[in-house]
Structures are given as C-alpha cells and as structure tokens.
C-alpha cells in the first residue's frame, strides 16, 4: 500500500443552481473521509499533507460571511508548514489555490470563474489540465460534471502512483442521493465512482417506486433524506 500523500481535485460552483460541488482522488484510502467540504456558501479542498482543519475552518469561514480567499490566507498565514499544503476551493464571491513550494512534483493549480483544480504528485501539468477542460466542456449537473472531470485527470495521466480512492461532495438547494459519493479503496476508483453515480440515480427512483407500492397515499416529505456533511 502507498502512504506518500498526492491527489487531484476540483470544486466548482454553479450560480445557476446556486449549487457548490467537490470532486477528489488519490493514490491513499478513503479520500472523501479528510480532503473535500461543502456547503450552502463554498466548497473547500485540503491536500498533500492534508489539514483537516483548512477545510472545515475556510467553509466555516464562508458560512460566516468571509470570503473564500480571505478565509484560506488566514488560515495559511497562521499554519507554521504551510509550505507543505495545498489547498484551494471557491465561494459565492472568490476562488483561491495555493501550492506550497514543498509540495512533492509535479504539483499545481489552476484558478478559473467559478471553479478551481489543483494537485500533486501527478505525473505532469496536463493532468490538471485536463481535469479543467472536462469540467469546463461537462454536461449534465454538478455530479456528473465533477466526475467527469476526474475521468478527464486519469486519461491524462492522473496520480503518478495511480489512484486508490476517490469522492465526489455537492451541496444544492435540493439534495439528493448522489451528492455525497465515496469509492474508498480501488483499482479503479474513478470508474467506481462513475458506476456508483449511476446507481445511485436509480436507486432514488426504485426508492419511490417501492414506496408507492407500500402506501396508496403518503406524505411526500418521507423521501426527502437530506445528505450527510
């Protein structure tokens, strides 16, 4: 098993929908557990020497009121190895990346409107890029548009270990099954994400379907499950 951290990643908000979505893989277990955040104000990655902290403190931050980038460089400039993290993710008024100069090669970031990439130990700059111009030339919704965007960084080379986990986290007005998706140990963990989207789209369908079967008339408000943060 390979401990060595490393990972790429995107978050990305639709104002469309007003909808704030997080997308992750890496070479180490169960990556949706410790770098991905959302909510109803941002989305937030932390990675390479991973703090957990940064992620939950800048959506904390977002939540009351800061802005994305504000709430990041406060909490870099009070982060004594800073240099070893990388962290990016966007707000509903700002987008920020950082890649600290010890963060292993190849390491990066791209910064756009509305959306952020960024990673490390991959096996070259068109990973990233790659992972942008999937996002960017996506259709569908935030879901399959952040997985796209994963299967776009593995075509391109992705992980320079190969990935073992990978998540995908989406925060929306209405949530569904689908908005917080973990493959936590794989071969192909991308693909697995890719399989489980899909089922879980069905299985909201079969779930109505059983209920309907069960009850000639119920509340409605039943189904809504909300997703888990």
Known sequence: MRHTPGTFSIAARDPATDTFGAAVTTGTVAVGATCPYVSSNGAALTQA????????????????????????????????????????????????????????????????????????????????????????????????????????GVAAGGDDRGEMSAAILVHAPEPEFYHNLRVDLSETPVADLRTLLEAAREAKARVKAETDKLFEHYPEQLLDFGVKY
């Open 49 to 152: 020497f991973t703090k957990t902290e940064h992620g939950r403190d800048a959506i904390e931050r977002a939540d009351a009121g800061d802005r994305i980038d504000d709430a990041f460089e406060a909490l870099l400039a009070a982060d004594e190895h800073a240099d070893f993290r990388q962290v990016h993710g966007v707000g509903s008024d700002s987008e920020f990346a950082f890649t600290g100069e010890h963060c292993s090669e190849w390491a990066g970031h791209r910064i756009g409107e509305q959306y952020t990439v960024a990673g490390n130990i991959l096996a070259g700059p068109e990973t990233i890029d790659a992972v942008e111009a999937a996002y960017l030339d996506g259709d569908g919704d935030m879901a399959t548009r952040l997985v796209s965007a994963l299967e776009g």
